[in-house]
């Protein structure tokens, strides 16, 4: 008798790099971009979307090849052989949408737009290959006044998240200022500047001796991998520390004037301490003093900055649970691109911009929200409890959603066991779970159990007979169920 061939099982896994989200995750994120597209449109700017995947030429530094394009980038190859990329932001689709249009358009084009991103990188801790992202962008607005706008909007999503001044900082600079030093200091190579951009980008995360050997011959990390350096020589590395340390100062005057010092002789460093100026200007006069600061060590990492620059960082911390301190860093920023749309068209277009990553800057704000207690954010579980009266269960969770505006369940796994369903109803998060057996039915009632406050004695009872005597639910007239359901949830009334 032949032996039964076993039957293939792939095994569940997920690919490095790619997260698989939970509904608490998903609800945050909403809610967080939801906030921001409300700044984003209250000032003006329309929301757009645009494909995933662009043609691997119109995103830059990815051009096609012989070989498969995928260095940075998810490429495949389309039925006419033209290479396409998912794309690696929504910065270089929005070039690519405006060229395209640019006849047609308004100028300047004001858009804000929410997306996922993919990233052909090494994934690590906080690294991954596919991410969401929320920008806002003004296409065809030169000076300084557009510039300072996005940092305003920046500051309004901090606001409108509910984070107050001290609880974040927008840092910010200007790329021309260090173009100039280089410029002073002979440093005219496309790819050795670049390298010395990418380089400061790393002055949080590996300090100032750090960041010099990525400046000079190169760094090796914990992991062994190796990244070759800008081969600068110490004499031109001094004048780049000088203009970080300028920013280092008492007042923002002071940094000016160190600022003029470092630049002088460069035109457009010069430039830029005088738009810094006009920046600082405007943002005082709308009473913005503690919510951003001058830092010259902010360059952002992506070559295709041109002039001012900036960072949100927070400021504010949460807990480990083993009381260590959580630091959260930059969650955004964004700046000055004024060659992008001239890549297609061959026409300068001044361009700036913010974005932030969606699930990062989410889970910062999770973390500062989380006082140690249950989340609940599930919907009002209905226990299901006696056959043949589904459609009163389902009638319900609909009046619960009329009145009270709140998602509400049926339970419909099957069975009747009551503790079966409060563990389901505790497993989803359910603030209240509602509860109606013949007795209650045959009565006219209905009972309402609050989780929320179970949850709080049982964490804070000292016996089981404690626990039981607190008043963890409520049995009233079956016309009182969204009655009793408010007062369970903290509102004011139905």
Not at 74 to 98: C, G, I, K
Not at 339 to 353: C, E, I, K, S
Not at 461 to 471: C, F, L
Request: with cysteine; glycine share 12%; aromatic share 8%.
């Amino acid at each position: 008798m032949a032996k039964k061939e076993k039957q293939f099982r792939p095994k569940a896994r997920r690919p490095r790099g790619f997260e698989d989200l939970s509904a608490e995750v998903l609800t945050a994120e909403r809610d967080l971009v939801a906030r921001a597209g409300a700044v984003y449109e209250a000032h003006g700017f329309g929301p757009l979307a645009t494909g995933a995947f662009e043609y691997a030429d119109a995103l830059g530094k990815f051009l096609p090849d012989e070989e498969r394009p995928n260095e940075g980038v998810f490429a495949l190859q389309d039925d006419d052989e033209q290479w396409m990329a998912l794309r690696y932001d929504l910065t270089a689709p929005l070039a690519r949408y405006v060229a395209e249009n640019f006849e047609t358009l308004p100028k300047p084009f004001r858009r804000w737009q929410t997306g996922t991103v993919w990233r052909n990188e090494k994934p690590g801790p906080g690294r991954f290959r596919e991410f969401t992202q929320c920008d806002a962008d003004t296409v065809g607005a030169a000076g300084p006044a557009a510039d300072a706008e996005m940092i305003l909007l920046a500051v309004r999503v901090m606001q409108a998240v509910g984070l107050s001044a001290g609880d974040f900082v927008i840092r910010v600079n200007d790329r021309r200022l260090l173009d100039g030093v280089l410029e002073k200091a002979g440093v005219t190579d496309a790819g050795q500047k670049g390298r010395v951009l990418r380089s400061l980008d790393k002055l949080d995360k590996f300090g100032w001796d750090g960041v010099v050997q990525l400046l000079g011959e190169g760094r090796k990390d914990e992991s062994g991998d190796y990244t070759e350096g800008a081969k600068l020589s110490p004499a031109q590395m001094d004048p780049i520390r000088a203009l970080v340390e300028s920013g280092k100062q008492e007042s923002t005057a002071a940094a000016f004037t160190a600022l003029e010092h470092a630049v002088a002789g460069s035109a457009q460093g010069e430039a830029a301490v005088k738009d810094m100026e006009a920046i600082a200007s405007l943002l005082g006069g709308l009473g913005l003093s503690e919510e951003w600061a001058f830092d010259t060590s902010v360059v952002r990492g992506l070559g295709y900055y041109t002039g001012p620059v900036f960072e949100a960082e927070l400021l504010k911390t949460a807990t480990y649970e083993d009381g260590a301190p959580i630091r959260f860093g930059s969650v955004g920023g964004g700046g000055r691109y004024d060659d992008l749309v001239a890549r297609f068209t061959g026409q300068a277009v001044p361009a700036t911009g913010f974005s932030f990553g969606v699930s990062r800057f989410a889970a910062a704000l999770r973390a500062l929200a989380d006082d140690g207690g249950r989340a609940f954010s599930g919907p009002v579980v209905v226990l299901s409890l006696e056959a043949g009266q589904e459609g009163e269960y389902f009638a319900m969770a609909q009046e619960i959603r009329d009145r009270l505006g709140v998602p509400a369940e049926v339970y419909v796994g099957g069975g009747k066991n009551m503790g079966k369903q409060l563990k389901y109803a505790d497993r989803r998060g359910a603030p209240v779970a509602v509860i109606m057996g013949g007795d209650e039915r045959e009565a006219g009632q209905v009972t309402v159990k609050n989780l929320v406050l179970g949850a709080e004695i049982a964490a804070e009872a000292a016996s089981r007979e404690e626990w039981r005597e607190q008043k963890q639910q409520e049995t009233v007239a079956r016309n009182d169920l969204t009655g009793a359901i408010a007062r369970a949830l903290g509102h004011t009334g139905a």
